[in-house]
């Protein structure tokens, strides 16, 4: 079943039948695969627990995390790989790496940010937003290219139309990014926040 973001769906334990979770579908990651209605808890629709249907409407529920915790497979995202079998795993709060970069971009009034990753040292870091005041993003990305944060937008691939994800390139020419990532690639996410500070403080 292809099941996209904004589409409704039903979740239901394959031997009880019993409703786990319904509601708008606001976020799909690849890496570890999943679904989620609230950008935390992400259900994965390749476990066998499940089945899981789209419907025409349908109203926000999620059985209790502790339930969960007692009748299914429960991860971190970051304590998956591709052996592990799950039925869910839950987002980690913020990474301290990315943390402070996530919290100006919010207090912008421009972007909302729902996913973040600081790479681990094995990939690129990267913040997911949407955009919420085009006109106002704009001007950023102006503001960051004039103050020496070479950066650019890219629409996600498969994503709903609103979706986005912000690369910058810090300090190093002639080295681009692989997919869509906020990539620090010389300098540190001190600079960038220097820079997003100045511009927070400009708009004021």
Same mark, same amino acid.
């Given at each position: 079943?292809?099941?996209?973001?904004?589409?409704?769906?039903?979740?239901?334990?394959?031997?009880?039948?019993k409703?786990?979770?319904?509601?708008?579908?606001?976020?799909?990651?690849?890496?570890?695969?999943g679904?989620?209605i609230?950008?935390?808890?992400?259900?994965?629709?390749?476990?066998?627990k =499940?089945?899981?249907?789209?419907?025409?409407?349908?109203?926000?529920?999620?059985?209790?995390?502790?339930?969960?915790?007692?009748?299914?497979?429960? =991860?971190?995202?970051?304590?998956?790989?591709?052996?592990?079998?799950?039925?869910?795993?839950?987002?980690?709060?913020?990474?301290?790496?990315?943390?402070?970069?996530?919290?100006?971009?919010?207090? #912008?009034?421009?972007?909302?940010?729902?996913?973040?990753c600081?790479?681990?040292?094995?990939?690129?870091?990267?913040?997911?937003?949407?955009?919420?005041?085009?006109e106002?993003? #704009?001007?950023?990305?102006?503001?960051?290219?004039?103050?020496?944060?070479?950066?650019?937008?890219?629409?996600?691939?498969?994503?709903?139309?609103?979706?986005?994800? #912000?690369r910058?390139?810090?300090?190093?020419?002639g080295?681009?990014?692989?997919?869509?990532?906020?990539?620090?690639?010389?300098?540190?996410?001190?600079? #960038?926040?220097?820079?997003l500070?100045?511009y927070?403080?400009?708009?004021?």
């Amino acid at each position: 079943m292809n099941i996209n973001t904004k589409d409704k769906i039903i979740v239901r334990d394959k031997n009880t039948n019993k409703v786990i979770l319904s509601g708008v579908v606001k976020n799909i990651t690849n890496n570890p695969f999943g679904y989620s209605i609230d950008n935390i808890l992400f259900i994965n629709p390749n476990s066998e627990k =499940f089945i899981i249907e789209k419907i025409d409407s349908a109203d926000n529920f999620m059985e209790d995390l502790e339930t969960i915790k007692q009748h299914y497979i429960l =991860f971190t995202h970051n304590d998956i790989d591709n052996t592990f079998e799950y039925d869910f795993f839950m987002w980690n709060d913020i990474e301290p790496e990315v943390k402070q970069t996530v919290n100006l971009l919010n207090s #912008l009034g421009c972007v909302e940010t729902y996913s973040s990753c600081s790479g681990h040292g094995k990939i690129p870091s990267y913040i997911d937003f949407h955009i919420i005041n085009f006109e106002s993003f #704009l001007d950023l990305i102006c503001f960051l290219n004039k103050n020496g944060i070479k950066s650019y937008c890219n629409k996600h691939k498969e994503a709903e139309e609103d979706t986005y994800k #912000l690369r910058f390139l810090i300090g190093v020419e002639g080295r681009g990014t692989c997919h869509l990532e906020l990539v620090d690639v010389g300098q540190t996410f001190d600079e #960038l926040n220097k820079v997003l500070r100045k511009y927070k403080y400009k708009v004021s």
